[in-house]
C-alpha cells in the first residue's frame, strides 16, 4: 500500500474532483444538454421526454393534417370548376330560349347534354391521394387534431359523378324531326283541277298547297320548304321531308283521283322545343348554382378549421419543444465560462499538488 501525505492526497482529490467537472462541462458543450439522461436528472429528463415524445405524436398529424387541407383544397377547385361548367349550361338554356328555331333549339340541347358529362368527369377527377370529396360514399374525409384521437372532425363526401342526383340536373332530351317519304309519281299522279293539298304538323294545320292539275313534285317541294320547320328534298324518284314540330300529314281534299293520306313518324319533343319547359330547365339550373355555392361554403369552413387546427398545432409543437429544452438544454455560454474556470482550477490544482510532493521529497534532502 502507498502512503499519501494528508495534502498530496488533498491535492489530488481536489484535481480529481475537477477532471470530472471538466468531463461533464465538455460532454454538455458536445451535446448541447444539460440532461443526458436520467443519472443527470432524473426529474428533467422525463418530464422532457413526455413533452419530446407529444411533440413527435403531434408532428405525425400535422402531416395527416397538411393531406386534409390539401384534399379539401382539390374539392374545393372541383367545385369552382363544376359551377362554371353550370353557369356554362345555363347560358345554352338562354340560349334557347331567346331562339324561335327548333334546330337551334336541339342543337343548344346536345351541347347543354355535353356540358353535363364534363361536370361528371370533372368531378371524378376531383381526388387527391385516392380521397374524393366529390365523389359521393366511401369518401368521408376524417382529421384527427390531437394524440388520442378525442378532437377530430369529420366532412361528409358529396357526389356529383352524376348531375342528376345532388345537383338535379338531368339529361335533356334533345328531340327528333319526323320524318315522311313520298314517292313523286303517287304525287304527281293525285293532282287535278281545284285540288290542294292540307299540310298538318303535331295536328295543327300549318299550310295549304296548290294541287291543281300539272302541279309537279317541285312545286310541292317548293312549297314545303317555306313551312317554317318543315324541309323537303327529293332525289328524283322519292320525296324525303322532315317537320321538326311533329308528325306531318298530308292529304289531298278532291278524292276523284285520290293521294292516299301521307302520314309521317318518327318524332319526339325536346325539352327545349317549348319556352315552358326551357324555363323549367333555368329554375333548375339556379337550383344546382345555390347548392354548389352552398357546398363550397361548407367546404371552406371545413378548410378554415382544418387550416386553423394545423397552425395551432404547429405552434403547440413548437411551445412543447421549447418546454423540453427549458429542462435538458444547456447553456453553453454558461457552460464555456464553467471550463475556462475549471481548466484554471485544474492548473491551481496542479501547481498545489507540485508544492505538497516538494514538501515531502524535502525529507530526502536530510539523507543526502
Known sequence: MIHLSAAVRQNLLSLQGTADLMSKTQNRLATGLKVNSALDNPNSFFTASALNNRASDLSGLLDDMGQGVQTLKAADDGIQAITKLVEAA?????????????EDRRRFAQEYN????????????????????????????????????????????????????????????????????IAESDLEGGDEAGDTLTVTVGGSNVATIDYGA???????????????????????????????????????????ADLATQTGSGYV????????????????????????????STFGTNLTVVENRQNFTKRLINTLEEGAGKLTLADTN???????????????????????????QAVLRLFG
Not at 313534285?217 to 324518284?237: C, W
Open 90 to 102: 345555363k347560358g345554352k338554356a338562354n340560349q334557347a330560349l331567346q331562339s324561335n328555331k327548333i
Open 114 to 181: 355535353d356540358l353535363l358529362t364534363q361536370i361528371e368527369d370533372l368531378a371524378k377527377d376531383a381526388g387527391y391521394k385516392g380521397k374524393n370529396l366529390l365523389a359521393g360514399a366511401g369518401n368521408d374525409l376524417s382529421v384527427i387534431f390531437n394524440e388520442d384521437g378525442t378532437s377530430s372532425i369529420t366532412i361528409d363526401a358529396v357526389d356529383y359523378t352524376d348531375t342528376s342526383g345532388a345537383l338535379g340536373l338531368a339529361d335533356l332530351t334533345v328531340g327528333t324531326s319526323g320524318t315522311l317519304s
Open 214 to 256: 300539272g302541279t309537279t313534285a317541285e312545286d310541292v317541294i317548293t312549297a314545303l320548304n317555306a313551312i317554317d320547320g318543315v324541309e323537303a328534298s327529293t332525289d328524283g324518284t322519292t320525296i324525303s321531308i322532315t317537320s321538326a314540330a311533329g308528325d306531318i300529314v298530308i292529304d289531298d281534299t278532291d278524292t276523284t
Open 269 to 296: 319533343e325536346g325539352t327545349f322545343d317549348t319556352d315552358t319547359s326551357i324555363s323549367a330547365s333555368l329554375d333548375t339550373l339556379s337550383t344546382a348554382l345555390s347548392t354548389l355555392r352552398s357546398q363550397a
Open 334 to 360: 454558461e457552460e464555456g465560462a464553467n471550463l475556462l474556470a475549471l481548466q484554471t482550477r485544474q492548473q491551481l490544482a496542479s501547481t498545489s499538488l507540485s508544492f505538497a510532493s516538494q514538501a515531502d
